[in-house]
């Protein structure tokens, strides 16, 4: 953790000054970041590996109460990715993750590219998102785990990617863990695009914390070192005042940090539209 401590920099103290920082950048990003919501099946290419997309316009256009969002395949998810498969990430270099870690995706939607990106390189990769995803979220792991598992370096398949619902404003965290056998807790918990209105900030925020938390517990309860979970968020900056509600809700939980420009796949990098931040529960939390 040092290691990628020191290669972060400087944590995040002045909220006002992240935010003016960022949105202060040129983007030449207009769009809300959907690939395309139109088509049924979405072709994908991540560093050389081609991914089939199924998606659900007419999900995606429904009326559906608690909304539809995760239905669409988003920028931040396939950037996030992009900058996964590089051989220098920072995440694999400073040993934060390896083949041993247990990583949490909260917020999945349905395109099941992360698990396919991570979960040859991880132990285990749990993907979470509502109950109305699941079932196409888990046919796009399975018929793209398919297709490349021939050229993956990795035997690892699908059979270590789960996919379980979890509600940010229903579920219990440390039960959802117990219930699920995922205690202590992930390794790192990771998110991409999850926040774009102010309703979802406060449960995204207190369902990372508890998840934080529970894995600190259950660690100090064995007798174990207490190594902390890694939250990850990855976003599309699109409105000032709800990134500035999130990163003051989030900061006030976490200590934070924002991954530097030359630690980031060009899709990420400054002036693309796009951040990612870094959180460590506090103590206090």
């Known amino acids: 953790m040092d290691a990628l401590l020191a290669t972060l920099g400087d944590e995040i103290q002045d909220v006002d000054e992240e935010v003016y920082d960022l949105f202060s950048q040129s983007s030449s990003l207009e769009d809300l970041g959907m690939l395309n919501s139109k088509t049924a099946v979405l072709d994908v290419n991540i560093a050389g590996r081609d991914f089939e997309i199924t998606q659900s316009p007419g999900l995606l256009e429904s009326q559906r109460e608690g909304g539809t969002t995760g239905a669409a395949v988003w920028q931040s998810t396939v950037r996030c990715a992009e900058w996964m498969e590089t051989t220098d990430n920072v995440l694999f270099t400073s040993a934060v993750l390896n083949s041993e870690s247990t990583v949490l995706e909260l917020g999945a939607g349905i395109s099941g590219i992360l698990p396919c990106i991570l979960g040859p390189k991880v132990d285990k990769f749990v993907c979470t998102d509502q109950a109305y995803t699941l079932k196409a979220l888990q046919s796009n792991i399975t018929s793209n785990t398919r297709a490349t598992r021939s050229s993956s370096k990795s035997k690892r398949s699908d059979t270590?990617?789960?996919?379980?619902?979890?509600?940010?404003?229903?579920?219990?965290?440390?039960?959802?863990?117990?219930?699920?056998?995922?205690?202590?807790?992930?390794?790192?918990?990771?998110?991409?695009?999850?926040?774009?209105?102010?309703?979802?900030?406060?449960?995204?925020?207190?369902?990372?914390?508890?998840?934080?938390?529970?894995?600190?517990?259950?660690?100090e309860a064995a007798e174990m070192p207490s190594v902390p979970t890694l939250c990850i968020v990855v976003q599309q900056l699109r409105q000032a005042e709800v990134f500035e509600q999130w990163v003051t809700t989030f900061h006030q939980f976490f200590h934070v940090w924002r991954v530097p420009s030359d630690q980031l796949s060009v899709g990420l990098q400054d002036g693309s539209g796009f951040a990612v931040h870094i959180g460590l529960l506090r103590e206090e939390s």
Request: aromatic share 8%; net charge negative; proline share 7%.
């Open 160 to 219: 270590n990617v789960r996919v379980l619902p979890l509600d940010w404003e229903t579920d219990d965290a440390s039960s959802f863990l117990h219930s699920n056998g995922l205690s202590p807790g992930p390794d790192m918990i990771i998110a991409c695009d999850c926040i774009y209105n102010y309703a979802l900030i406060r449960p995204f925020v207190q369902t990372c914390a508890d998840l934080s938390k529970a894995r600190r517990v259950a660690l």
